[in-house]
């Protein structure tokens, strides 16, 4: 479900600012609407605020592992609790995790393994929202 201007709208979730301000950057320039947050926590209540604004995530990209808080799993989790039309993207370092290589039975719809090139992302974000 796209935004009032047909872009569609994108959460990224990653405690690494410079992550969070890279990728977003480079989803904008690509014509998407992004919104961010450092947390789990944060991102839920984006997700739901955005659901109680009637605009809605098309998609959203968690970081698997968050120190100290509510990692990508728990994450998806409570954002399925809340409404379950969006796909959702894996993102983490880690390649070698279980859940990497799991990812579906996790929920996910993809991953994306860091750091990944625009060209990666892109592809991955077409296939998801099929375009």
Same mark, same amino acid.
């Given at each position: =479900?796209?935004? @009032? $201007?047909?872009?569609?709208?994108?959460?990224?979730?990653?405690?690494? *600012?410079?992550?969070? %301000?890279?990728?977003? %950057?480079?989803?904008?320039?690509?014509?998407?609407?992004? *919104?961010?947050? @450092?947390?789990? *926590? *944060?991102? /839920? $209540?984006? &997700?739901?605020?955005?659901?109680?604004?009637?605009? +809605? #995530?098309?998609? /959203?990209?968690?970081?698997?592992? /968050? +120190?100290?808080? !509510?990692?990508? /799993?728990?994450?998806?989790?409570? =954002? @399925?609790?809340? $409404?379950?039309?969006?796909?959702?993207?894996?993102?983490?370092?880690?390649? $070698?995790? +279980?859940? !990497?290589?799991?990812?579906?039975? &996790?929920? #996910?719809?993809?991953?994306?393994?860091?750091? #990944?090139?625009?060209?990666?992302?892109?592809?991955?974000?077409?296939?998801?929202?099929? @375009?």
């Amino acid at each position: =479900m796209a935004t @009032k $201007n047909n872009a569609y709208k994108i959460l990224i979730m990653d405690d690494q *600012e410079l992550i969070l %301000e890279s990728s977003s %950057e480079l989803l904008r320039i690509l014509g998407y609407v992004v *919104e961010t947050a @450092k947390t789990g *926590e *944060e991102a /839920v $209540n984006v &997700f739901k605020e955005a659901i109680d604004d009637g605009e +809605p #995530f098309d998609l /959203v990209i968690l970081d698997l592992t /968050v +120190p100290g808080g !509510m990692g990508g /799993v728990k994450t998806l989790k409570a =954002m @399925k609790e809340i $409404n379950q039309d969006f796909k959702a993207i894996v993102s983490s370092g880690y390649s $070698n995790d +279980p859940i !990497m290589s799991d990812y579906k039975n &996790f929920g #996910f719809d993809g991953i994306l393994i860091k750091p #990944f090139k625009l060209d990666i992302l892109q592809q991955i974000i077409d296939d998801l929202l099929g @375009k």
